[in-house]
């Protein structure tokens, strides 16, 4: 009987560093079927990852001292030749609207990957006026999944969506995503089906101290049949030292 991977997690640290260029689009063959409901569904969160921790002259070439910043999260991949940091704007609980400094889909800007943008810039205080809301404002459009990429993409302008899901520094990251991937996105070396996962608010790939084995204890994939879940330990993990919030598990289980 086909079963259903589903996945368990324990949060990590967030962290990001890396600017790599998109790879020619390679268009997947399937359709998206999503209601209305779940398009608008597309901003899934967004995370006050660092609170005036960053260099605003070395992320965004601009004199100003230390910056907030704030992952923000969707169900489909971006275009990214329509982002721009006025796309956005973020309300803080006191009613003020920040526009960001500038914006990246770096770190997870690779194939299969785009789902994620940094805004950097100043959002409000963690403790005593953390930001409570994030708006797309201006026209920043979806695109199609890679070949590989076992979820559709519904290709729109996300101009006028928001979530009020703005997860608290204190409460640490968690996974926001989850497909099959296979073909060139793949960078298992072993195993029969590989997962790609991705955390709301990045992760690093070791806490201090951790080797590789460790980073086994932060995954555990479920197959469910008649109502019975079966344990899958993953029996590697790849796509782990480029400091973005994806991660691939590569499991030996046939059960998808």
């Known amino acids: 009987m086909k079963t259903v991977l589903r996945l368990s997690i324990i949060i990590i640290l967030f962290s990001c560093n890396k600017n790599e260029a998109p790879q ?10 999503y209601t ?12 006050f990852g660092l609170d005036n921790a960053l260099p605003s002259l070395l992320l965004c070439n601009q004199q100003g001292g230390l910056i907030d910043g704030m992952p923000v999260n969707f169900k489909f991949p971006l275009d990214a030749f329509s982002l721009s940091e006025t796309d956005f704007e ?13 914006v990246s889909l770096a ?10 943008v940094l805004l950097l810039g100043e959002f409000g205080t963690a403790v005593t006026n953390p ?21 559709c993409s519904e290709i729109i302008n996300l101009n006028g969506i928001t979530t009020t ?8 990251p968690s996974l926001f995503f989850a ?35 460790d980073l086994f204890q932060y995954y555990i994939g479920y197959s469910d049949s008649s109502g019975v879940l079966i344990p899958h330990i993953p029996i590697s993990i790849a796509d782990i030292d480029d400091n973005d919030n994806f991660h691939q598990l590569c499991f030996s289980t046939s059960d998808e």
């Open 24 to 33: 020619e689009q390679v268009k997947n063959d399937c359709i998206g079927e």
């Open 36 to 47: 209305t409901e779940e398009i608008q569904d597309t901003l899934v969160s967004a995370f």
């Open 90 to 102: 973020v309300l803080d609980s006191l009613g003020k609207i920040h526009t960001p400094i500038c």
């Open 107 to 116: 770190p997870a800007n690779e194939n299969g990957e785009n789902r994620t």
């Open 131 to 151: 930001p409570v809301e994030v708006r797309v404002v201006g026209d920043l459009f979806t695109i199609d999944t890679f070949s590989g990429e076992s979820v």
């Open 165 to 172: 899901n703005v997860i608290p520094l204190a409460d640490g």
């Open 179 to 213: 497909q099959k991937i296979d073909g060139n996105l793949n960078e298992c070396n072993s195993g029969t089906q590989t997962i790609q996962v991705a955390w709301d608010g990045g992760i690093t790939p070791y806490i201090s101290g951790d080797i590789e084995s």
